[in-house]
């Protein structure tokens, strides 16, 4: 069967009527598959929120503390990589995620200090959208149906729609004017993207980490392993119609039986993550339920910005950083995070980053010691020199 009989077939067993939804509103699940109770001594609480934009529902897990006599910090917007959902912030030292009764992963972290943490999924997190949204959202317009991106999605959608929804979207839910913005790679570009075009906006303090402003020619020779990825987690997602169980799903199944040493020590892994920085069960829960199908046209953009910058006039690279020089001048904080091994967000991509936004900042470039580009995040290392470094300076900024 292929994917438009497929899609016909779920729509006509779906009997439900989308409503009409006003932008920016939202609406929370009050049936939430990891609502336990809170436990000490972090007392942790986790909901679903749909943010209803104008073309599209947004998923976000809004994570916060209800510990008494806890320093309350802002809002913290959570947004991932190319390839990745904002689960990624929720992986453990030990490669578990989703738990709520610690603080040993990005997200917990941030929550028992006392911020209110927003972990944004994108559009383009198939996987999130049909195997949880689909099921559990109620409130969301793809509930009990097949999601499917937009064969035209690409890196606009994210910077002229969604972000700016997210944000709008997070400033009226928590009542702040000021917010946060954690962005792991992707999650980081798109952020500059987002100040180049919108110099006066409510992020008032910006950690990027390895979210470079030109990306490694290396790229190349491992973009096709990683298209050639996505494409048997898009098959999958269609296979299975997101009505299945994660373990009862072919590509997950045959991950989790690989042997270790080809999980950690294969020809690609250099090229995504220092081997030796990152544990095995993480990289299992990477694959099996982080990884997401990446769109052909998000899939092009990268393409083009390795020869052209991410634009294709001279002109609009120009203005591009024309615009993110503004930034020095403007009453905001930025961080900058990148690894020393890391061989698609090189260093010196980074140090660019800071040259143009915020060069005058002695403080502001942090260093993560023998980390690649994923193990910066997730590694055996990113607690000590990546997560507890971006809380204290986010708590020194809402501080001051």
């Not at 997730?378 to 986010?394: F, R, S």
């Amino acid at each position: 069967m292929d994917r438009d009989k497929i899609t016909i077939v779920m729509e006509s067993l779906n009997k439900k009527i989308m409503p009409k939804i006003n932008a920016f509103s939202w609406s929370r699940n009050k049936k939430l598959v990891d609502a336990k109770p809170p436990a000490a001594p972090y007392y942790l609480v986790a909901e679903d929120l749909i943010a209803h934009l104008q073309n599209c529902d947004i998923f976000i897990k809004h994570i916060y503390s209800t510990a008494k006599n806890l320093s309350r910090y802002g809002p913290v917007i959570m947004t991932p990589g190319v390839s990745t959902n904002a689960n990624l912030f929720r992986i453990d030292n030990e490669g578990n995620c989703f738990h709520m009764d610690h603080n040993k992963s990005f997200a917990n972290l941030l929550a028992a200090e006392g911020f209110d943490v927003y972990l944004y999924h994108p559009g383009y997190a198939e996987r999130i959208y049909n195997r949880y949204v689909s099921q559990h959202c109620e409130n969301s317009i793809y509930y009990q149906k097949r999601y499917r991106i937009t064969a035209n999605y690409s890196y606009k959608n994210l910077v002229n729609e969604e972000i700016p929804g997210i944000i709008d979207f997070v400033c009226q839910y928590s009542g702040h004017k000021e917010i946060s913005w954690i962005g792991y790679s992707l999650g980081g570009m798109t952020a500059y993207s987002y100040f180049a075009k919108n110099a006066d906006n409510p992020i008032k303090n910006l950690v990027t980490i390895s979210s470079p402003m030109a990306l490694n020619k290396l790229f190349f020779r491992f973009i096709r392993y990683i298209n050639f990825t996505s494409t048997l987690l898009g098959f999958e997602e269609d296979a299975v119609l997101g009505n299945l169980a994660q373990n009862m799903v072919p590509l997950t199944r045959t991950i989790r039986t690989l042997p270790d040493w080809f999980v950690r020590f294969n020809l690609i892994s250099p090229y995504l993550f220092n081997p030796m920085n990152i544990n095995n069960a993480t990289i299992r829960t990477l694959l099996g339920q982080i990884s997401e199908p990446m769109p052909k046209e998000l899939q092009k953009f990268f393409l083009n910005f390795v020869h052209k910058g991410g634009n294709t006039k001279q002109e609009e690279i120009s203005n591009y950083l024309k615009q993110l020089r503004l930034m020095r001048y403007k009453d905001k904080n930025f961080l900058f995070f990148y690894g020393t091994d890391d061989l698609i967000a090189t260093p010196d991509s980074i140090f660019l980053a800071r040259e143009v936004i915020a060069p005058d900042d002695p403080d502001n470039l942090v260093r993560s010691n023998i980390a690649g580009h994923i193990d910066i995040i997730v590694g055996n290392n990113a607690c000590e020199q990546v997560w507890k470094p971006t809380a204290e300076w986010l708590k020194d900024k809402y501080q001051k």
